[in-house]
């Protein structure tokens, strides 16, 4: 078990919280005419400044080495430039709370790539999680491509987004650079995303621009765009501790602690319609996490 069982599962809620919001949060920038990559890039920056400033003050600065270097640039290309376009990308059309519900996944994902990797052994419980999560997952998707608006490619896409996130989990776990903070690696990682979502702005059709021609507009935006910048400072923040602290049977959970508050704003605050199958779906999901992660912790205590 986590030796900082208390500080894990403290990150565990607050960040599960921030991640639900954050998705609801996203919807609003569409409706003042942010484009999801505007809106990342600058919240992103913001965090990054944010958190580069405190390890600074800290005196914890990003390790700057080759091998950290490479750790920045792919689990910022993972965990949080490709991911978070996605799901942001997706919202408008899919809407934030199956979004939320697709979030749920990445343990379920993370575990089985450990076992193609050969990281952990086959486990009958946790197995029996995975069918019961990716069945939940799949009943949700075939309801939405059912809907009369559907679209396939968004709804595709969006479950894309839980993938990148499952190899992030795997990836920062193995190549964790030694002797690093979590306050040093946050800010090094959004660095990296800034400048990869920075990159994709310069391909045609993609800009970072703010709406600028209603005064009403741009103030509304700059302050959603703060409140993200936040958030996405304080999530990416409390992630790595958690993943140092707890490890990760409880970092698998976020996204699942984030469905809790993302999918009631959304139906509640939002005014959207709950996802077809949501009850059936979700509860599959809600099973298949809960054995994944019991497997794990049994696990855990056998060692």
Request: proline letters at 7%; aromatic letters at 8%; hydrophobic letters at 60%.
């Amino acid at each position: 078990m986590p030796k900082n069982l208390g500080v894990a599962l403290t990150c565990l809620i607050v960040g599960g919280a921030l991640l639900g919001v954050s998705t609801n949060v996203a919807k609003y920038a569409g409706t003042v005419g942010l484009t999801p990559l505007a809106f990342v890039f600058w919240s992103i920056t913001g965090a990054a400044l944010l958190l580069l400033l405190m390890a600074l003050i800290r005196r914890q600065p990003p390790p700057m080495t080759k091998s950290s270097g490479e750790y920045y640039f792919i689990a910022a290309l993972v965990s949080v430039a490709g991911s978070n376009l996605i799901f942001f990308s997706a919202i408008p059309h899919v809407g934030a709370s199956f979004v939320a519900l697709t979030i749920t996944l990445p343990p379920l994902l993370t575990y089985l790539g450990a076992l193609l990797l050969k990281i952990e052994r086959f486990s009958s419980l946790r197995a029996l999680g995975v069918v019961s999560a990716l069945l939940g997952a799949a009943i949700l998707a075939g309801n939405k491509l059912t809907a009369p608006d559907a679209s396939l490619f968004w709804i595709i896409m969006a479950l894309c987004g839980p993938v990148l996130l499952a190899i992030g989990n795997i990836y920062r776990t193995l190549r964790w650079p030694s002797n690093a903070s979590p306050s040093a690696l946050a800010p090094g990682m959004l660095v990296a995303a800034s400048i990869q979502l920075g990159l994709v702005s310069l391909l045609p059709s993609f800009s970072l621009a703010i709406p600028s021609q209603d005064p009403l507009a741009f103030i509304v935006s700059i302050a959603i765009i703060g409140v993200q910048a936040l958030i996405f400072a304080a999530q990416f923040q409390l992630l790595f501790i958690l993943q140092k602290a707890g490890g990760p049977v409880l970092l698998s959970l976020l996204g699942s602690t984030a469905a809790l508050f993302a999918v009631p704003i959304a139906i509640f605050v939002q005014g959207e319609s709950p996802p077809e199958g949501l009850l059936l779906g979700g509860l599959l999901i809600a099973l298949g996490v809960a054995f994944v992660t019991w497997g794990g912790i049994k696990a855990a205590v056998a060692k």
